[in-house]
């Protein structure tokens, strides 16, 4: 319990994995002799602030990692839900999930919270207590915050021809990273507009993370916290041999 607010966190670890072009599915890639969604549950599980953890996976794999809610290990995994086509049908069948038990709860009498909800990828197996701890204060503050770190190479906008189109100021640029965070109600609102617009066909919009539902469809300004360079996202196997460098330092 964080500041008497209940923290969820939803890992997600769905997805082909296709850019790693290796047979087996990124999230079950080993590092270090683990399986890489491992590092994000044990991350999740090991901070005090976090009271429950949703993992959503693809269909194929959902029975075989329903074995985890049996695991000692893993205590607050609160659901295990099959995701979707594309990363937003994932983070809503999480946050239904979230929906679900707190009208279950309010039908019991226990009052319907405004929980925080962390959104993670579990392609990034570097998330620190750190950087959760940070997220969790500033999304209590906030609303919607993402964890990022500053740009360090010039950043160019291209059309649609590959010229340059414009050079944006570094010192404004920052690389996104995961969890993003936010207050249950404002993410589940944004999400059902999102859910509606893909239902009717009329999205009109590529949604690339959650900060962007938000921005989109409740037109809220999102907080950017300091991450962590260690919390790379694992695309290639260039950047799985470099979690395996930071893993190993941190182990």
């Known amino acids: 319990m964080f500041e008497k607010r209940v923290v969820y966190a939803i890992v997600l670890a769905a997805g082909a994995g296709s850019r790693m072009k290796m047979a087996e599915r990124k999230q079950f890639i080993e590092i270090l002799g683990k399986p890489m969604y491992r590092y994000s549950l044990e991350a999740f599980q090991g901070a005090p602030e976090v009271d429950h953890i949703i993992l959503v996976t693809d269909g194929e794999d959902l029975e075989a990692l329903k074995a985890l809610r049996l695991e000692e290990a893993f205590p607050k995994l609160f659901a ?33 919270e405004n929980p925080i909800v962390l959104i993670h990828d579990c392609a990034r197996p570097g998330l620190t207590s750190d950087v959760i701890h940070r997220s969790i204060e500033a999304a209590d503050q906030y609303e919607a915050v993402v964890v990022g770190v500053p740009a360090k190479d010039t950043i160019k ?19 996104m990273q995961t969890p993003q965070s936010f207050s249950y109600d ?6 059902a507009k999102l859910m509606a617009k893909d239902r009717s066909g009329t999205l009109a919009v590529k949604v690339t ?3 962007m539902v938000v921005e989109t469809f409740m037109k809220k300004k999102v907080r950017i916290i300091e991450g962590d360079e260690r ?4 695309t290639t196997k260039g950047d799985l041999r470099l979690a395996e460098l930071y893993l190993n330092e941190k182990k």
């Open 231 to 234: 919390n790379i996202k694992v």
């Open 157 to 175: 906008i291209l059309d649609d021809e590959n010229f340059v189109e414009s050079t944006p100021d570094r010192a404004h640029c920052w690389l």
């Open 186 to 191: 404002l993410i589940w609102k944004a999400y």
């Open 80 to 112: 295990i839900r099959e995701g979707g086509v594309e990363r937003y049908h994932s983070v809503y069948a999480g946050l239904h999930a979230i929906e679900e038990e707190l009208v279950h709860q309010s039908f019991l009498g226990n009052g319907k």
């Open 209 to 211: 993370d959650d900060a």
